[in-house]
């Protein structure tokens, strides 16, 4: 049987983009994201993740195009992209639990968080059953997500714990 990929549901908080629309939208190839000064939110802890986040996204990405590489190679670049994914949510989310964070911010950040760990766990599943090109256009839309994500919602994050005056690099301790 062929493999499907029903499974994988790319994010959805970019502008005009729904289901319906998915992968057609995937066509158009976009450049592996790099970090840039345009990147920088102003808090030192969360910049200093998203260096890291895009440097592993572009491993992926690179990994992805790369004929020559196993595939049990390039799901474990993928899986390491999505360990520090979720070490870098769970920062910003121990940032989100201040009370000064209003609850409409706090929420549709955490369904963002969500929704791009369910597309990348999609693509672990997939990776190894689907033809390359297809788990490539899943990398570039996370690309696009992320770049889409830090200017938008982890920007407005930022300015936030500057009003709030949360510390750069100390988030908040996680309440038991
Ligand atoms: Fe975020
Ligand atoms: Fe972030």
């Known amino acids: 049987m062929a ?10 908080d970019l502008p005009g983009l729904s289901n319906a629309s998915w992968p057609a939208r995937a066509k158009a ?31 992926s990405w690179r990994a992805l195009a790369d ?16 360990a520090f ?25 955490l369904k963002a968080h969500q929704r791009f760990l369910d597309t990348i766990h999609g693509v672990i599943d997939a990776v190894e059953n689907l ?3 297809v788990c490539s256009h899943f990398m570039e839309f996370l690309g696009s997500w992320l770049l889409h994500h830090i200017h938008g919602t982890d920007m407005e994050l ?18 038991p």
Request: one cysteine or more; proline letters at 10%; hydrophobic letters at 35%.
């Open 67 to 82: 004929a020559t590489l196993p595939k049990a190679d390039v799901r474990q670049r993928i899986e390491a992209l999505d």
């Open 131 to 133: 033809p390359p090109d």
């Open 29 to 59: 190839r976009s450049a592996c994201p790099e970090w840039t000064e345009a990147l920088t939110t102003g808090h030192a802890g969360i910049d200093d993740d998203h260096r890291q986040l895009i440097a592993l996204l572009a491993d």
């Open 3 to 12: 493999p499907s990929t029903r499974s994988l549901a790319p994010p959805m």
């Open 85 to 109: 994914a979720r070490q870098h949510f769970a920062f910003e989310e121990r940032l989100l639990a201040h009370p000064g964070i209003h609850d409409s911010h706090r929420s549709g950040h």
């Open 158 to 175: 930022a300015r936030l714990c500057a009003e709030i005056g949360v510390a750069d690099t100390d988030p908040m301790p996680i309440e």
